[in-house]
Nanobody
Framework: QVRLVESGGGSVQAGGSLRLSCAASGWSVSGFCMGWFRQAPGKERAWVATINIDYRTTYADSVKGRFTISKDNAKNTLYLQMNSLKYEDTAMYYC???????????????WGQGTQVTVSS
């Protein structure tokens, strides 16, 4: 029923920019707390950013000031604008969603399949 599909990943050089998208279906993004996570090989999945139903945003310290999470209710899509990319940003990026309220421990109910971001030095 609920489905999240990420897109927009790719390969960029350090200092470059990329915008990830997460298209939702089966529920409106206006009724989701949504977040972005990332996972590098051999590393545990890490939280990147969250936007709640009131458009309040939070960011991991590692991306604050460089990444911007946003959503477009009309397009039912979540975005992650990634600027000033660093090598350490290289990871598989996942979109996640929870109905209405943000989960306490990033235990989101719904997850996308991921999109790969590779940053070269």
């Amino acid at each position: 029923q609920v489905r999240l599909v990420e897109s927009g990943g790719g390969s960029v050089q350090a200092g470059g920019s990329l915008r990830l998208s997460c298209a939702a279906s089966g529920w409106s993004v206006s009724g989701f707390c949504m977040g972005w996570f990332r996972q590098a090989p051999g590393k545990e999945r890490a939280w990147v950013a969250t936007i709640n139903i009131d458009y309040r945003t939070t960011y991991a310290d590692s991306v604050k000031g460089r990444f911007t999470i946003s959503k477009d209710n009309a397009k039912n899509t979540l975005y992650l604008q990634m600027n000033s990319l660093k090598y350490e940003d290289t990871a598989m990026y996942y979109c996640a969603a929870e109905k209405w309220r943000c989960p306490e421990k990033e235990a989101f109910d719904y997850w996308g399949q991921g999109t790969q971001v590779t940053v070269s030095s």
